[in-house]
């Protein structure tokens, strides 16, 4: 039974979040952009789509795009899910796969698996090309970059209105953007925790902002980022005492965490491809903090930052479901603070 009327066609993300759960599986989505919190989120979106509540074990092949074969990719399109209505293809990193691949691919499209969703990541995605075309007539091209920055005030209200219920004050919107910038993925999780700490309030104010994101609190997260760069156990504890003498909860200094390491993985991802100062200019981070990326990212490899992001997420949900959030973030610093295995 078809679940949603949404149309296929080319689509920002904010969008393709809200439209998503209520459409019928597409053959192909294309989740363009650089934006590495909206990609995500668009990830799981397909994945709630496409899947529903089939087990991926049984109905999900991801593959990197850098050494994927594209029979290899075409035989698990055809391959019969198991279990499952449909199965899901994810090809990661997909923009080197896409320009070997274009034809083939073009012609997929042409007669794609009755029962396999085709999902393509890429930073970049030219909208000229035939296989663009045929993308957007049958599929979704999911737009992952942030949105203008006069827009996402009125998009920030939106969210909170039809997510949360909430009235988020127009104050409080430019003070949330004053501290954290226009980035969707440090926005969007500052969303949740005000929802969390205003409670059964239906307003969020900016002193509700002001608290939670903590004026002041930024040179004491850069300051416990170096001590976990340095593996400095000691001294990352020391500043937890801070902010807890503070009175800030296990929530709130993982959100403030997450922002850096989320900005250290983008900029480790496009110092792939691009010198370190280009690479910080374009994550948007602060050049002020060059020297403090440069060593975090020459005492950490690419295992060990996606560990540091895991173990982030591992902690915020372990401090909203246990009475002892403190051991969980002790236990958080001595993950972070850990060896190295380069």
């Avoid at 205003?198 to 903590?214: F, Q």
Wanted: proline content about 4%; charged content about 25%.
């Amino acid at each position: 039974m078809a679940r949603g009327k949404s149309k296929p066609g080319v689509v920002r993300c904010s969008a393709f979040l809200e439209e998503a759960a209520k459409a019928d599986p597409a053959p192909v989505y294309v989740l363009a952009g650089a934006d590495a919190y909206l990609v995500e989120q668009a990830r799981l979106a397909v994945r709630e789509c496409v899947l529903g509540d089939a087990d991926p074990a049984m109905a999900l092949a991801e593959f990197e795009g850098s050494d994927a074969a594209l029979a290899d990719v075409l035989d698990s399109l055809r391959t019969a899910p198991f279990l499952a209505p449909r199965r899901l293809v994810v090809v990661r990193e997909a923009d080197r796969f896409v320009t070997e691949h274009r034809g083939a691919l073009e012609r997929y499209l042409d007669a794609p698996s009755p029962t396999g969703s085709l999902s393509l990541e890429v930073s970049s995605w030219n909208a000229e090309t035939n296989l663009s075309k045929r993308a957007a007539k049958i599929g979704y091209v999911v737009q992952c970059e942030a949105d203008r920055p006069d827009r996402i005030p009125g998009w920030l209200q939106t969210m909170a209105r039809k997510k949360y219920n909430k009235t988020l004050d127009r104050a409080a919107v430019e003070l949330l953007i004053e501290y954290l910038g226009t980035g969707m993925g440090d926005l969007v999780p500052a969303l949740d925790l005000l929802d969390l700490y205003t409670g059964d309030s239906d307003r969020i104010g900016e002193p509700d902002v002001d608290a939670l994101v903590a004026r002041g609190q930024h040179e004491r997260v850069w300051a416990l980022c170096d001590a976990v760069a340095g593996r400095r156990l000691a001294r990352a504890l020391e500043l937890l005492d801070a902010f807890w003498a503070d009175g800030m909860a296990a929530p709130q200094i993982v959100g403030l965490l997450r922002k850096e390491i989320r900005q250290l993985v983008l900029v480790n991802a496009l110092n792939r491809r691009m010198s370190l100062e280009a690479a910080v200019n374009q994550a948007g981070a602060p050049r002020a903090a060059m020297s403090r990326i440069r060593l975090a990212l020459q005492t950490s490899c690419d295992e060990h930052l996606a560990d540091a992001y895991q173990a982030l997420v591992d902690a915020d949900l372990e401090a909203k479901t246990t009475a002892n959030d403190r051991l969980a973030m002790e236990t958080l610093l001595h993950r972070l603070c850990g060896p190295v295995h380069m």
